[in-house]
């Protein structure tokens, strides 16, 4: 298990991405429209930053989940058996925040803090 990806919820997404980009030297991976939400994902080649912006605080449970305003909203592990940790999370009784379906699975960790878990190779890093 590799953590390989933090979320982080804005409230300006240009003034955000260019600080990223142009202050820190993350580069652009992806970036568009996502159920809720529009995401900017960036890298530096170790770690996918994505920076989303929601609808409203109130348009879904993920979009609430961290809280109100701008915060890391979750960080993201790869996986290697998906299938088989998503079954242990369930068996643990954590909460799944994400919609049935939904890939990457998010959920709440021990803490109150957001995790999701994906497959191996979800996050571009190159």
Same mark, same amino acid.
């Given at each position: 298990m590799k953590l390989r990806h933090i979320a982080i919820k804005v409230d300006d997404l240009e003034a955000a991405g260019d600080f990223y980009e142009?202050?820190?030297?993350?580069?652009?991976?992806?970036?568009g429209?996502?159920?809720?939400?529009?995401?900017?994902?960036m890298?530096?080649?170790?770690?996918? @930053?994505?920076?989303?912006?929601? &609808?409203? #605080?109130?348009?879904s449970n993920e979009a609430k989940a961290a809280g109100e305003g701008p915060c890391i909203h979750h @960080?993201?592990?790869?996986?290697? &058996?998906? #299938?088989?940790r998503i079954e242990?999370?369930?068996g643990k009784g954590y909460e799944i925040i994400s919609n049935?379906?939904?890939?990457?699975?998010?959920?709440?960790a021990p803490g109150g803090t957001i995790?999701?878990?994906?497959p191996r190779a979800?996050?571009?890093?190159d």
């Open positions: 142009n202050f820190l030297g993350f580069r652009d991976v992806r970036q429209r996502n159920r809720d939400h529009f995401s900017r994902h890298t530096d080649g170790n770690i996918d @930053i994505a920076l989303v912006k929601y &609808d409203s #605080e109130d348009s @960080i993201g592990f790869e996986v290697d &058996d998906f #299938e088989a242990e999370i369930k049935p379906g939904v890939v990457p699975v998010k959920f709440r995790a999701e878990f994906a979800h996050f571009k890093l």
